[in-house]
């Protein structure tokens, strides 16, 4: 009997987990203005002041291709659309996360912040104005530093763009 209890208490915590995390959400459509049916996303500017190679076009093309995928807006590089994703890299900073017993440090944390600002062109307002931020820590024992990091990096760009997205295509 004790067994059978066990395994009910295991199966009712580990199931709403499994449930939770086997789920997927969209949010396409879901505050998106009808009128606006195409987006414009200018190359993304890298105000951080940082020597981080091409920082912002790998932004705007990671932007891209998630709204790209996500279809609620096409996403167009005509004079005329429908509404406008400005933004510019404001900080990339790199710093110590973790440090070992031995006083080493062990791990870094990339953290970026982006200003976004998205546009009605149509209605000709601002729909919102908005700051976000993203990190990704990196371990610095590694014998390919730079890989590593660059991965870190790639991580941030994606968890920012997976921001802007939603902020968008849901308002929240």
Request: hydrophobic share 40%; with cysteine; proline share 3%.
């Amino acid at each position: 009997m004790a067994y059978n209890r066990k395994i009910l208490i295991i199966v009712l915590f580990t199931m709403p987990a499994l449930i939770i995390t086997s789920c997927s959400y969209s949010f396409t459509g879901a505050s998106v203005p009808p009128h606006l049916q195409t987006i414009s996303i200018p190359t993304i500017e890298d105000r951080s002041g940082k020597a981080e190679p091409d920082l912002g076009e790998r932004l705007t093309t990671v932007l891209i291709e998630k709204f790209t995928h996500d279809n609620t807006l096409k996403v167009v590089n005509s004079s005329n659309p429908d509404c406008i994703l400005e933004a510019a890299i404001t900080s990339l900073t790199d710093q110590l996360s973790v440090v070992s017993g031995n006083e080493t440090a062990t791990t870094q944390r990339i953290t970026i912040n982006v200003k976004v600002v998205y546009r009605d062109l149509i209605k000709k307002k601002k729909i919102f104005e908005r700051n976000f931020s993203q990190y990704s820590d990196y371990e610095t024992d590694s014998a390919d530093l730079i890989t590593v990091r660059n991965n870190a990096i790639e991580r941030v760009l994606d968890f920012i763009a997976d921001d802007i997205l939603l902020a968008v295509v849901s308002n929240w």
